[in-house]
């Protein structure tokens, strides 16, 4: 695609934003916004894997992944305001979940060992696990407000702050999982995916593209069962004080 035919998606945009200023929605500030960090993110980040790609250090490609996780922890723990320590927490479930899901593809020889594979994949994973952190925050804090008295209830009668949060842990992790699992279920008849689309229009035959979208379902789907269960383990005390009494939020 040359820069003019590029230019010309700017259009969508404008589109967009007649049609919130004709419903005075007033989103024109916030798309217009969003276009111009949206263009120049994905500009920037074009032009570092590019040296990237071409330096070929795994220094530069760990520094890479190192600032991803770090941004998806940061936005992710933006969702859990009054929980302390929630950012590290979500950092350790995502860097866990990048890390065997790298461990099994390299090892197991599934993708080569270069920038190319590895840094498009890891920022699949990173992403998925990214908003399946904020997911399982949101629907813990809905969760715990609407079991307050049964929480405490079963906290007055000797459980441990474990056991008094059990139900609502395994009901926001099973929340946190079903947009990647209903994803599964409509891919190929609702929607092409972005790998798989993005290798079609670059000319790839589409049964290979096809693989590789499997690839990418199965290992999201791993990957937010991995942080939801992961970060429950690691986050559900900051839910009470150290006397074990339920905070109020």
């Not at 916004?33 to 993110?41: D, E, F, K, M, Y």
């Not at 979940?97 to 498009?120: C, N, S, V």
């Not at 279920?185 to 092409?192: E, F, M």
């Not at 942080?227 to 905070?247: A, H, P, Q, V």
Request: net charge positive; glycine share 8%; with cysteine.
């Amino acid at each position: 695609m040359n820069n003019v035919a590029l230019s010309f998606t700017l259009v969508f945009i404008a589109i967009t934003i007649l049609i919130s200023m004709w419903q005075k929605l007033g989103l024109g500030k916030e798309i217009a916004i969003g276009t111009v960090r949206s263009a120049v993110q994905l500009l920037f980040i074009g032009y570092v894997l590019q040296f990237v790609f071409n330096a070929r250090q795994p220094v530069f490609l760990i520094l890479i992944l190192c600032m991803m996780i770090a941004v998806a922890s940061w936005n992710a723990g933006s969702r859990g305001k009054g929980l302390s320590g929630i950012r590290w927490r979500i950092a350790i479930a995502i860097s866990t979940t990048e890390g065997l899901t790298m461990a099994l593809l390299l090892g197991l020889g599934i993708i080569e060992k270069t920038p190319q594979y590895i840094i498009p994949i890891s920022g699949i994973t990173i992403g998925s696990a990214m908003v399946v952190s904020g997911l399982f925050i949101n629907q813990m804090k809905r969760e715990v407000q609407a079991s307050k008295g049964e929480i405490e209830v079963l906290l007055s009668l000797g459980a441990t702050s474990r056991q008094a949060i059990h139900e609502p842990l395994k009901r926001s992790v099973k929340s946190s999982m079903i947009p990647t699992i209903d994803g599964m279920k409509t891919v190929g008849l609702v929607q092409l995916p972005g790998m798989m689309t993005g290798m079609i229009v670059a000319g790839a035959d589409p049964v290979q593209a096809v693989k590789y979208q499997i690839l990418i379902m199965f290992t999201l789907v791993s990957s937010a069962a991995l942080t939801s269960i992961i970060l429950s383990l690691l986050s559900y005390k900051l839910w009470f004080t150290k006397d074990d009494r339920l905070r109020s939020l």
